[in-house]
């Protein structure tokens, strides 16, 4: 039996409260991005995997597919989908992704956002979607990653500073969400990549620790610390191993 905690009430009302679930996809902070990946959707046949509500399925019917599949686990999101989501176009099917059942060649576009990290086999599914896809056809999907979803809210924490906030992570929710990723490791038989910041994000010792001397310095090595005594492959950004923080600049002359 797959899992499926989005028909367990208590976790369905309170992911129904987010704000991806009542904005949309202008509600969830992955979209901007995601959207720029898109193909053009004009005549084509679109498999949504994890659909949820629908949004993407509406999306996808709205701008040109002549025909769109929906398939989610959920009878509770898939009930939303309906109410919120119909189409003469659009087909939503209950069922694990991992069991779906199509033709070869059947989908032009295959879509999945923020559900294949729940699949314990990633190759088993990838190869199903190799065969449903025609040749020269899309698959684009997006998975959770820790840095999005620590903060409880599932969306980018910006501040005044915008992306290169200085993060108001509670140690228990960043604690809570590293502990996931590494027993979800485990059970899937997989192996993480281990990072705490890239070139679109703050500095980790400004994110994470606290940059004023004389903690720093020890910001830093408890962050190099947790990153290395975790099982997977530690990427270190340039300027981690010095402790380097933000930059701060006032104004800058060109």
């Known amino acids: 039996m797959k899992e499926n905690k989005y028909d367990e009430n208590v976790f369905f009302d309170k992911y129904s409260q987010m704000e991806r679930s009542k904005k949309g996809l202008e509600g969830a902070g992955e979209w901007k991005t995601l959207k720029e990946m898109l193909p053009d959707f004009t005549g084509k046949k679109v498999l949504d ?5 629908g949004w993407h399925c509406e999306y996808a019917a709205d701008h040109g597919a002549v025909q769109v599949v929906g398939v989610d686990i959920s009878e509770k999101m ?47 599914i990838v190869d199903k979607i190799r065969k449903f896809l ?26 005044e500073n915008g992306k290169y906030a200085k993060n108001r992570v509670k140690l228990t929710d960043l604690k809570e969400v590293m502990t996931k990723w590494q027993d979800t490791m485990h059970e899937c038989d997989g192996w993480n990549s281990l990072y705490w910041s890239n070139h679109d994000q703050a500095r980790a010792v400004s994110r994470f620790g606290n940059e004023s001397e004389p903690y720093r310095v020890k910001s830093a090595k408890m962050l190099g610390t947790i990153l290395h005594m975790m099982q997977g492959t530690p990427y270190i950004y340039e300027g981690e191993e010095l402790g380097m923080t933000n930059a701060h600049l006032s104004l800058i002359h060109i």
């Open 49 to 53: 995997l994890g659909c949820g509500y």
């Open 78 to 124: 898939l009930k939303e989908a309906e109410n919120r989501h119909s189409r003469e176009n659009i087909t939503y099917l209950c069922c694990p992704v991992e069991d779906v059942q199509f033709e070869e060649c059947e989908f032009d576009i295959v879509l999945s956002s923020l559900a294949l990290h729940y699949i314990r086999d990633y190759d088993q």
């Open 134 to 159: 025609r040749p020269g056809g899309y698959f684009i999907f997006s998975v959770e990653h820790p840095v999005f979803t620590a903060e409880g809210s599932q969306d980018w924490d910006y501040d």
